[in-house]
């Protein structure tokens, strides 16, 4: 029988506390739309991966420590190394494996609690678009400056007072001007780069915003309004790979963490990954990587 996958398989949690409570978190917030908190405060008894899930709420995480976690987004698996800052927005498909020891700080918000500051706020924080790099990393004095800010912020979130909730929307206001001075940064860096390298950069975001529903080349090329051959001669000639062969390893990359982190079996992972039927995601497993899906996961 064929089965795509759709949307509506993939769970999606509205706002943080749903989240919580499907990882295992004892903590609601008592303020709506809006909770910070210490990684480290999870607790060891939060579930130790999840599968694919999308989420109505922006979220914001300062990682002080990663050791052996694996985020994956939008099927990419994301980049830890140094001192990086990264964003979820609503509707980005995330996954993740947790290091037990990870430390840092999570504020979640719903676009609600912003409304009345910044109606229109992916026009005033443009990073927080879907179709922006999603990781940024930090220097030291950045990093050592944001943490302070959660820490003050977690701080007044923890002592409840009349005042409370407008003085969090002012400091999270202050925190995203922040994370938007860092952004222009990085922005200023990539102005430099020629048409080929921005076509790469593209390309290589709209795999991570579209990786779930299309493999197609040509739907990528329409996106960026060029030629399906021009796209491929352009990537070839960067990174010395078809555009298909970077779409075909980034799905090899998402088997791989769904079949070593995720309780899902064969079939549930072909399936996620959009293959029409299990044998085709066996084949494809195969062909990629020498082995089949069955070995690997015994590996």
């Known amino acids: 029988m064929e089965k795509n996958l759709s949307k509506a ?27 910070v908190f210490q990684i480290e405060d999870m607790g060891p008894s939060i579930r130790s991966c999840m599968p694919p899930y999308r989420q109505g709420f922006f979220q914001i995480g300062l990682l002080n420590y990663t050791g052996e976690s694996k985020f994956n987004l939008n099927t990419h698996l994301l980049d830890f190394d ?12 995330v996954s993740w494996f ?23 706020l992916t026009h005033d924080f443009p990073f927080l678009k879907m179709t ?4 940024m990393m930090l220097t030291k004095e950045e990093h050592e400056s944001l943490n302070l800010d959660m820490e003050r912020m977690h701080s007044v979130f923890k002592n409840p007072h009349p005042y409370q909730e407008r003085m969090l929307e002012g400091m999270l206001g202050s925190l995203l001007f922040f994370c938007k001075a860092i952004y222009e940064r990085h922005k200023t860096t990539e102005n430099h780069l020629s048409r080929a390298q921005v076509i790469a950069n593209q390309f290589e975001a709209l795999v991570d915003k579209m990786y779930v529903d299309t493999k197609n080349v040509g739907d990528y ?30 799905l090899l990359m998402e088997s791989k963490s769904l079949l070593k982190y995720s309780g899902l079996d064969i079939a549930e992972i072909a399936y996620r990954l959009n293959f029409q039927e299990p044998t085709h995601f066996t084949r494809f497993f195969k062909n990629m990587s020498g082995t089949t899906p069955n070995k690997f996961r015994k590996m």
């Open 9 to 35: 398989d993939i769970p999606v949690f509205e706002n943080p506390h749903d989240h919580h409570e499907a990882i295992g978190f004892a903590h609601k917030s008592h303020i709506p739309n809006f909770d």
């Open 132 to 135: 922006e790099n999603s990781v």
């Open 98 to 120: 947790r290091d037990k020891n990870i430390s840092g700080f999570f504020v979640m918000f719903r676009r609600e609690f912003l409304i009345n500051s910044f109606p229109d």
């Open 221 to 250: 090329a329409e996106e960026l309004n060029i030629t399906p051959n021009y796209l491929t001669t352009t990537i070839k000639r960067l990174t010395g790979k078809s555009a298909k062969d970077i779409i075909q390893e980034r």
């Open 82 to 93: 140094g001192l990086p800052l990264w964003f979820v927005v609503p509707g980005q498909v």
